[in-house]
C-alpha cells in the first residue's frame, strides 16, 4: 500500500507541474522541484508505510501485556501506565522546535539539491566565464549550513532520547521494586518475578518504538508541507 501510495503522489506532482507550468515555475530553482519530486515524497512513503502499523502495534500490545499483568497482580499495571504515557508524550514535548527544525533541514536540503543541480546544468558556462571558485564557494556554504540544521535537529534527537530511555528505565525500576515488595510480603509469588520483567520488556518495547518514531515528525510534516505546496497551486491558464 505505502509504494502505491508513493506511486499516486509523484504522478500527482508530475501532473501539477504540467499544470502550474511555466508560470509558477519561473522563481522556483529545478533543483527544489527534484527535492520535492523524490526526497520529500520518500519521506511521506517513510510515514505510511511505518508509521500505521508501529502505531497498532504500540496500542493492542501493551494493552494486552497489561491486562495480563492485572491477573498476575493489580498492581501491576497501575505503576507502568504513568511511565508508558509519560514516554508517548515525550516526543511532543518539543514539537514546536522539531517542526522549525525539521522545516529548516528540508529548506536548506533542497537549496544544496538545487545548487548541484544548477551548476550541472550550467556547467558549460561556469567553466566558460572561469565561475568555478564562486560556484565552489557557493555549495560549500550551503553545505555547511546544511550540515548545522542537521547537527541541531541530531541533538534534539538525542535529548528527546535521552527523556525516552530514563522513563523506561525508571519505569522498568519502579516495577522490580514494586514486584519485590510484593514478593516480600508474600502478595505475590517469587516466580512471577522474571515474568514480570519480561512482561514489562514487553510493554515498552512497541511503545518506545513509536516514540522514536514520532521524534521524526518534524521531518515528515515539512516534507508534507513542501509536496502539498506543489499539489495546491492553482493552474497558470
Known amino acids: 500500500m505505502a509504494y502505491g501510495v508513493l506511486a499516486d503522489f509523484r ?41 500505521f502499523g508501529a502505531f497498532l502495534v504500540a496500542v493492542i500490545v501493551p494493552l494486552i501485556v497489561l491486562l495480563a499483568m492485572g491477573f498476575v497482580h493489580w498492581v501491576l499495571p497501575l505503576i507502568l501506565i504513568p511511565w508508558i504515557l509519560l514516554v508517548c508524550t515525550a516526543p511532543f514535548w518539543l514539537r514546536k522546535k522539531a517542526d522549525q527544525q525539521g522545516s529548516l ?3 536548506y536540503l533542497a537549496g544544496v539539491n538545487a545548487e548541484i543541480v544548477d551548476g550541472i546544468q550550467g556547467l558549460r558556462e561556469i567553466l566558460s566565464f572561469g565561475f568555478e571558485g564562486d560556484y565552489l564557494k557557493k555549495l560549500d556554504q550551503s ?13 534534539r534527537l538525542g535529548t528527546e532520547g ?7 528505565s525508571l519505569g522498568m525500576l519502579c516495577m522490580l521494586v514494586t514486584s519485590a515488595s510484593l514478593i516480600g510480603s508474600e502478595k505475590l509469588e517469587p516466580g512471577w518475578f522474571p515474568v514480570v520483567v519480561i512482561m514489562s520488556i514487553y510493554v515498552f518495547a512497541p511503545v518506545t518504538g513509536i516514540a522514536k518514531m514520532a521524534r521524526n ?21
Open 162 to 168: 535521552d527523556i525516552v530511555d530514563a522513563f523506561v
Open 11 to 51: 504522478v500527482l506532482l508530475y501532473r501539477a507541474l504540467e499544470r502550474i507550468a511555466p508560470g509558477h515555475l519561473i522563481n522556483r530553482r529545478s533543483g527544489e522541484v527534484a527535492s520535492a519530486l523524490m526526497a520529500d515524497v520518500e519521506i511521506l512513503e517513510w510515514f505510511y508505510a511505518h508509521t
Open 217 to 237: 515528525f518534524g521531518l515528515i510534516k515539512a516534507a508534507s508541507a513542501r509536496v502539498f505546496s506543489f499539489l495546491e497551486m492553482k493552474p497558470t491558464w
Open 105 to 107: 533541514v528540508r529548506t
Open 143 to 155: 553545505t555547511k549550513v546544511l550540515s548545522k540544521s542537521q547537527l541541531d535537529y541530531g541533538k
